[in-house]
């Protein structure tokens, strides 16, 4: 086979693979919406509660990790160039914040748990930390991702493989911005003012 | 990089702009409700549009949705997610708040008079 042809079949391995984290990204949601939608129905159910978070708090938690879905594309952007001290420099970076905002939102947890606010208090308090607490292990994993993807691309540069790796964890990242975009929206703002 | 590749795979331009919109609609969001705490269902909606216009900006300059070449599976695929999601959502405010008009701790015997007009 001529080097022309296993580039195409190469090519289009990639866009298989691509598709199909795709495919799991989507039913991804499908989980997030049914904890969007227990969440929404058990949020008159509270013992007293929805004053209990700080807005500045949780929009600079929107922020930090708005950010970071930037630095990540930014590193995505960096990959596709070949550029591989950029591509370990903004994926740091996206991982740095990601890691500031996953100590926030276990300070928040921890916070809540002290002042007797736990999920064992009412339905309201149960939806919001599995819902919250959802995302957070989802940002967690993105996490160790990073942090592996950081060391193949330190020991082997940015090869086609990990090219391929990186623009499914950009996408994973995105992906988890925009479900917090949701989680900031109903959870905290609405949540707070109505 | 070919044009084409850069309008499936985004470039420093097209990630700035989602980064600057993104942070207008999400301290929009925060400006309107920050304070209150009296918003009724016209708040609730506007808050929703702005999560919604900017769940767009986010899929079209970070995740390049609809600028991949035909045939659009991912589209495709998006489009059945979202419709999945609106009936997960939506059926269930819509079922669960039936539930609650027939859960107003009456006797039964006072629902059914309310409902159907039958006295016993």
């Not at chain 1, 879905?69 to 930014?74: H, I, R």
């Not at chain 1, 208090?121 to 149960?126: D, V, W």
């Not at chain 1, 193949?152 to 988890?176: D, P, Y």
Request: charged letters at 10%; glycine letters at 8%; hydrophobic letters at 50%.
């Amino acid at each position: 086979m001529s080097t022309a042809a296993e580039a195409a079949v190469e090519q289009q391995n990639t866009s298989k693979t691509l598709f199909g984290f795709w495919v799991y990204i989507m039913t991804d949601c499908v989980l997030f919406a049914s904890l969007f939608a227990t969440f929404a129905v058990l949020r008159g159910s509270t013992a007293g509660g929805q004053e209990l978070f700080s807005l500045p708090f949780v929009l600079t938690e929107t922020l930090v990790l708005l950010t970071s879905s930037y630095t990540a594309g930014l590193g995505l952007l960096a990959a596709r160039g070949r550029r591989t001290n950029q591509v370990l420099v903004w994926f740091g970076i996206t991982m740095l914040l990601g890691l500031f905002f996953l100590t926030m939102e276990i300070t928040e947890f921890h916070k809540l748990a002290l002042e007797g606010n736990s999920w064992r208090r009412s339905g309201f308090l149960s939806a919001f930390f599995t819902l919250v607490g959802t995302h957070g292990a989802h940002i967690t994993t993105g996490l160790i991702w990073m942090s592996v993807m950081l060391y193949k691309v330190m020991r082997g540069g940015v090869t086609a493989v990990n090219l391929k790796r990186l623009t499914m964890l950009s996408l994973f990242w995105h992906f988890l911005d925009i479900i917090w975009i949701f989680i900031f929206t109903i959870v905290y703002l609405i949540g707070a003012s109505t | 990089m070919s044009k084409r590749d850069e309008a499936a795979h985004g470039s420093l331009k097209s990630y700035t702009w989602g980064f600057g919109l993104s942070i207008v609609f999400t301290l929009a969001a925060y400006l309107l409700a920050h304070g209150r705490t009296d918003g009724g269902w016209s708040l609730i909606y506007l808050l929703a549009v702005l999560a919604i216009i900017q769940l767009f900006v986010q899929l079209v300059f970070f995740l390049h949705l609809g600028r991949e070449s035909r045939p659009r599976w991912n589209l495709t695929v998006f489009g059945f997610a979202f419709m999945v999601v609106a009936i997960l959502v939506f059926g269930s405010l819509w079922i669960m708040k039936n539930l609650s008009y027939g859960h107003q701790h009456l006797p039964s015997s006072q629902v059914i008079v309310k409902d159907e007009g039958y006295q016993p």
